[in-house]
């Protein structure tokens, strides 16, 4: 989206409102009232064929009289006369419009060719278009507010964005009453033109928000979407609500908007990926932006807790354990100024309990103790609401404290009633004030590995070495036969033909045949059922392990040919693949590739068995993968230890698993062709990784 198009859309010095009315109540009267009140400094244009006057302002009879090169439209009109004016506007050199009108892809097929005859529109003519189907936009540094809202933002450094109209009203109101501020406010209704990507770029340059916040039920042009917001990411943070990551939340996104929800997976991955922060819920939402806006990121992990009660801190430290924050340990020059400035019974140890009589004094000078420790990087203050606390006084003397370190400091006021003075003394000086101290701990966990993330080197993208023309031999030769899966001896190639070590293997039409393959090769044996009906030959009782000497092997044939065409009439069985077995203590782990509706190929590893397929222990990572992240994808998962090795057992070669799974993705990179591809199980020591299986699915 062209910059200068998206500045006349948020600072627009012409607005016109087509469809604007004189009776309170209705959107087109609104949005007038609205933008007036907002204090806009610049020409509006109400628009309506009755003429008159709409609040005090001269009416516009029709488009013809209107002036070319308007900055921004606002349409309140009926969705069948939004594309005609949409079009006249275009052609006289409209630089942005907001349709707030409903009825479009939401509504069924001809609102949907609408919306995409309105979007080419605006594409043609480099229009920035928000909505339709929205609530509207604000921009509280100019004088905006081109919306229905029923009420004004309060400025503020947060800009927001949400798909959900409705939510952006109710996220308004209580806003509000909390007195949280926001720079710029954006309802996106149905992205036709305008989403969250194109956004990005813009507000990550804006110097009027510190922090962008937003609520999305689906992305579009995942892949561009995670480039921006990486950029973004490493100038000022990015937090998102995403509904829908529920099988039933996700069908009711893609009612609600007419768009695909998409995977909760690969939108974790992206996230994780491109250093947005995900708020699990909406009030997590505002708490995290309210830390990110105020407080200055901390460079470690290490929590300091004080309170005037026991219980409170007691919990509260069992809250940072559970957390990836660490108790800070504090010094002995700390603890030396605590015992100076505190009773004798009080304990100076972490988390610090200054009593309940504690006064103001006692709360800065303890501050003050713990944010001068360099072991501490962050403090959560709780003041429990005794009688003896002087609310006001404690308050200004904390943030008085707060003021002079450049270390967050969170508070927590417990209760709701007693310290509501308290409460604005410490937000008006920047510091959040929560009511438990669980949001306040996640918050302090969010910023940490936010800054973190920050820190992180740029990764290197090194494809691994791979015979690619040997590999399109293979898929070409597949496609040639109207083949959609590969399995077993091609897809075993394929994972050769990318540097993957895979284990000697015969195909063995009747037990004879398998006796001597088995004996050729000298090692213990597996025998697999051969049948390009099974995907999952365990699963039906088609595979034998661990088989020495003839006569195991020629009645392993015999009974497992027999008993798959018992169970599974229906599957052509052509005899068994007889394949050396891994050393023994080799571990099962399973890699796979799927390519996502909305940002392409996702990749997955985990322990094989009951750790990927019961427990869920996996990870995910989008491509393109460096090195480092493929080590990140192992270290991640739960089961980790047991790759490291437990009761003496060595390590596994991490390196070679590593290599994996910088194959797969080089596989999904070089034939888009490639749908899905499942590695399992890949069998891994000391010495290496062996792929003993190997399926891909293709592209219909």
């Not at 927001?160 to 806003?175: E, M, V």
């Not at 099974?534 to 020495?548: E, F, K, M, S, W």
Request: glycine letters at 8%.
């Amino acid at each position: 989206m062209d910059q200068r198009a998206l500045q006349a859309f948020f600072s627009p010095k012409t607005v016109a409102v087509i469809g604007a009315s004189a009776t309170p109540g209705k959107v087109g009267n609104a949005v007038v009232a609205n933008m007036l009140a907002a204090g806009f400094k610049g020409r509006l244009y109400p628009v309506n064929p009755k003429g008159g006057t709409i609040e005090d302002l001269p009416v516009t009879r029709s488009l013809g009289e209107l002036p070319g090169g308007i900055d921004l439209a606002v349409f309140a009109v009926p969705r069948d006369a939004v594309l005609p004016a949409f079009e006249y506007l275009a052609a006289h050199g409209l630089k942005s419009a907001i349709v707030l009108s409903a009825g479009f892809r939401e509504a069924g097929r001809e609102g949907y060719t609408l919306e995409r005859d309105l979007a080419a529109c605006a594409r043609r003519h480099g229009i920035a278009l928000l909505g339709p189907n929205c609530l509207g936009m604000m921009n509280t540094a100019h004088g905006v507010n081109a919306s229905f809202s029923a009420s004004q933002p309060v400025p503020g450094s947060v800009a927001f964005c949400s798909q959900s109209g409705a939510l952006c009203q109710a996220i308004l109101d209580w806003a509000r009453g909390e007195h949280f501020g926001f720079s710029k406010f954006i309802s996106l209704g149905n992205k036709a033109v305008l989403n969250e990507t194109s956004l990005l770029a813009y507000l990550g340059s804006d110097p009027a928000s510190k922090v962008i916040m937003g609520y999305m039920e689906n992305v579009d042009g995942g892949e561009e979407f995670v480039r921006a917001a990486r950029e973004v990411s490493r100038k000022k943070p990015v937090i998102m609500l995403k509904a829908g990551s529920t099988n039933a939340g996700a069908k009711a996104a893609s009612s609600h908007t007419g768009a695909i929800a998409g995977s909760d997976d690969a939108y974790a991955a992206a996230f994780r990926q491109c250093g947005i922060v995900r708020a699990p819920d909406l009030e997590s939402l505002f708490f995290l932006a309210e830390a990110f806006s105020c407080l200055p990121l901390p460079r470690g992990p290490n929590v300091a807790v004080l309170s005037n009660a026991g219980g409170p801190g007691i919990l509260a430290a069992d809250a940072c354990e559970k957390t990836s924050l660490h108790m800070a340990r504090l010094s002995p020059e700390t603890i030396q100024r605590l015992q100076a400035a505190l009773p004798p019974y009080a304990s100076v140890y972490n988390p610090v309990d200054i009593i309940g009589d504690a006064g103001a004094e006692r709360y800065r000078k303890s501050l003050e103790a713990v944010l001068d420790d360099p072991l501490v990087h962050a403090v959560l203050l709780l003041i429990a609401p005794t009688a003896m606390v002087e609310i006001e006084a404690t308050a200004t003397a904390i943030a008085q404290a707060a003021r002079r370190s450049s270390k967050p400091v969170m508070t927590c006021l417990l209760g709701r009633a007693h310290g509501s003075i308290g409460r604005d003394i410490l937000r008006q000086a920047g510091l959040p004030c929560y009511a438990f101290p669980e949001p306040a701990l996640r918050s302090i966990e969010a910023m940490y590995a936010y800054a973190q993330w920050r820190q992180k080197p740029v990764p290197v993208f090194e494809p691994p070495r791979r015979d690619l023309d040997a590999a399109r031999r293979i898929l070409d030769a597949a496609t040639a036969q109207g083949r959609q899966e590969l399995a077993d001896s091609q897809a075993r190639e394929l994972a050769a033909a990318y540097g993957l070590r895979v284990p000697a293997t015969v195909l063995a039409r009747g037990s004879a045949e398998a006796v001597q393959a088995a004996k050729a090769m000298d090692v213990p044996v597996a025998l697999k059922v051969a049948s390009a009906q099974l995907t999952h030959r365990t699963d039906v009782g088609g595979v034998a392990l661990g088989l020495l000497g003839d006569e195991a092997v020629g009645k392993a044939f015999r009974d497992l040919t027999a008993h798959v065409r018992r169970i599974r009439p229906e599957a052509v069985v052509s005899g068994c693949l007889v394949q050396a077995m891994a050393p023994a203590g080799s571990l099962e782990v399973v890699v796979s590739m799927r390519r996502d509706d909305q940002f392409g190929p996702l990749l997955m590893f985990g322990l094989g068995g009951i750790h990927s397929e019961i427990l869920k222990d996996v990870s995910h990572h989008l491509i393109p993968l460096s090195r480092a992240e493929a080590f990140g994808m192992i270290r991640s998962i739960r089961s980790y230890l047991l790759l490291k090795g437990v009761d003496g057992e060595p390590a596994v070669n991490f390196r070679a698993l590593e290599d994996v799974l910088l194959a797969m993705a080089a596989l999904a990179q070089d034939f888009p062709q490639v749908y899905e591809a499942e590695l399992n199980p890949v069998l891994v020591n000391e010495e290496g990784a062996l792929v003993a299986e190997a399926r891909l699915t293709l592209r219909g």
